[in-house]
C-alpha cells in the first residue's frame, strides 16, 4: 500500500471505529464555597450533576445536562429564562435551609476544570438556585454557545447547550 492509500484506509478505519462509540454522561463536580459570613451552616460538601455530549453532526455539538440534587432540595422549577441563562429554582430541605454559598464546575469527568463555569450554583434564603449562563461561554467560531432546551423532568433541571466548530 503506498503512503496516500495507508492514510485514507488509517483515516476510514478510525472513523469506522469511532462512528460506533455511544456517548457517555461525565460527572460535573462543584465546589460548595460558603459565605464568609455563615461558615458554620450546615451546606453540602460537593455536588454531581451530569452532561454529556449528543451524538456529532457536522458543523457543531450539543450538550444534554441533568442535575439530580433530591437529596439537599425540593422540586427544581424554572424561576427565570432569557436567551442566554435560566435560572431553576427549589426548596432546600430542613437540614440546609441556613446554607449560605455558591458553587461551580471544579471537575469535568476526572480532570480539573480551570474554565469559566457555565453553569454555577447559589444557596441563599431557604433556597437552591442552578444558574445555566453562556454569558461569555464561546464556541471554536466566537459566538457564544446557545441553550436550545431547557426544562425540569420528574423534579430534575434539564438542559441542551449547543456550538459551532
Known amino acids: 500500500m503506498t503512503s496516500n492509500h495507508s492514510c485514507i484506509y488509517l483515516g476510514t478505519v478510525i472513523f469506522v471505529l469511532s462512528s460506533g462509540i455511544s456517548s457517555q454522561a461525565a460527572q460535573v463536580e462543584f465546589g460548595i464555597f460558603k459565605s464568609s459570613d455563615t461558615p458554620q451552616a450546615y451546606c453540602p460538601q460537593k455536588v454531581i450533576m451530569t452532561e454529556e455530549n449528543a451524538p456529532y453532526y457536522e458543523g457543531g455539538y450539543t450538550i444534554n445536562g441533568e442535575a439530580k440534587l433530591k437529596s439537599f432540595a ?11 441563562s435560566v435560572t431553576w429554582v427549589a426548596t432546600l430541605k430542613p437540614a440546609y435551609s441556613n446554607c449560605k454559598a455558591t458553587g461551580r464546575i471544579v471537575k469535568e469527568g476526572k480532570e480539573i476544570f480551570n474554565s469559566q463555569s457555565h453553569l454555577r450554583l447559589r444557596f441563599t434564603g431557604g433556597k ?23 426544562g425540569v423532568n420528574t423534579g430534575n ?8 466548530d
Open 74 to 84: 425540593g422540586p427544581f422549577t424554572i424561576a427565570s429564562t432569557d436567551p442566554f
Open 128 to 150: 437552591v438556585f442552578l444558574i445555566l449562563d453562556m454569558t461569555g461561554i464561546s464556541d471554536a467560531n466566537s459566538f457564544t454557545s446557545v441553550i436550545i432546551k431547557k
Open 157 to 164: 433541571p434539564t438542559w441542551t447547550w449547543a456550538g459551532t
